[in-house]
């Protein structure tokens, strides 16, 4: 017993420096899907359960851009750099598209009727299943591989552990994604507009925001997002037209762990879940990987069915 | 400056106003009373575009809003004061003004400070979240919002519900202050008696139909007001 702890342990001061950096990388991943849950749940309060195909549709439309750009071509250096930026905004772009004809077709027809929330999360799925079985049709049922946009080499070590440019640029590029949308929520005009939907539609309404545009708005913001995710995921592990349905989910627990509703619990929760995730795999089977992320939501909502930060429904600053 | 004519308001399959008419002039304060479900805050609704009529036609300012959508309302001069204040709960009391403020284009400081004069109180509590207002501060503060869009007709939703005489005192001699500087004022209220001493005019709801209008102070003196909304007998007074 004991040596199995300390054998364990000292894999774990071993790795510790790499299982962060790893941790940190998905967990911002998670993160910008997270996000893209938790503002569309703050305008209409319902789950996008179509979010996982914008993920996927980002990691095919990065894909598509950038075959389209490399060719037979090796890129370095400063080609490197803007072939990356390419990547992720195509993946934005294409994220951004697909939530805004979601929102038309899935979701505005039902709001002009006034739905039942049943009725939305069955338009979702149906919409999920349309565009993941499309997407296999047309793209193809196998893992696909981004093109060698960079020659993924350690970039540096922190206390042994290297650290891959491929991490550094989801890092870095997550990072700046998430300050600037909570910076777009906390002080634009159009940030005012999402909040005040958030809080009290009908009274936004009334102060002259046009509540059908903010809405759109809000899907394209975490279509983005979203999309821009599926990319930088995609350049690590492939595209597939079910790449969407674990992160997702995943990102779907990030955001409840959070607390839903909330930019900065979406942020929180992606991390701590991608951190969990990448620790876990000192203690339990890599195989029990993805059964690591229900078991503490299970917990986290046993302990605190609003989550960590609790719903704090519009105050997205 | 704003007429009604024959407006008819379902909801489903209940019609919650029958075909109703009324106008309110220029620089007046007309007040709507009724009692409780007798369709004053569908009025309003439908009043700021939260609510289309299925029937019938409203003017305001010449203009035909019937099918005007709630959120240009603002814009062309019309502020509603909801029932039940209707705070942003999680935005803090300058912000709620600011949202006020939404759909006016450039600086809007001097208003802020203008209605932190007129509601003092908003000074003193504006860093705080609207959630943790008193009720008389967040119908001050609902009040104070709907100017910052420098309306020209203000409609008011029962804004003495819930709130102690002396806050109710205070808001009517404000709501006098703010039609002197000329602007239009629709009121809604239970509180027939308060109401009538400030308004010219007054119309009485009952279920969904206007029965009666006439001056206020004809009103005040009405046996059939004093006898529902004053609370007393006719006999008796
Ligand atoms: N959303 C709704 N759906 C169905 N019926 C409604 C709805 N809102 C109001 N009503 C009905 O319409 C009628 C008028 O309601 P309204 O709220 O306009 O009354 P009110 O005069 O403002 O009453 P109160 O003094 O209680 O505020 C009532 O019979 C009410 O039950
Ligand atoms: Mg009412």
New interface residues.
Partial sequence: MISFFTSHFATLRLEFWALLVGGVANGLIYAMVAIGYTMVYGVLRLINFAHSEIFMSGGFGGLFVLRALVGNSTPSGMSSFVLVIVGIVSGALVGAILAALLERVAYRPLRRRNAPKLAYLISAIGASYFLFNMAGKEFGRYNLAVPQIFNDHPVFTIYGAPVQLYAIIVLIAGLIMLVVLDRIVATT?LG??I??VA??A??????????DRTIATTFILGGALGGAAGFLFGLGSGVVFTMGFTPALKAFTAAVLGGIGNLRGAVIGGLLLGLVESFSVAFVNGAYIDVVAFVILVLVLLVRPTGILGE????AA | MLQVKDAVVRYGAITALHGISFEVQQGEIVTLLGANGAGKTTTLRMLSGLHAPSGGQILFEGQDVTLTKAHQFSALGISHVPEGRRIFPQMTVEENLEMGAFVRSGGFGDDIEKMYSIFPILKDRRKQMGANLSGGEQQMLAIARALMARPRLLLLDEPSMGLAPMIVETIFKIIGDIRAEGTTVFLVEQNAAQALRLADRGYVMENGRIVFTDTAKNLLHDERVRAVYLGESVEGS
Avoid: K, P
């Fill in positions: 005009r005012r507009s909040r005040a809080q009290d009908e009274t936004a309404s009334l102060m002259g925001v046009n509540i704090r429904l519009g105050r």
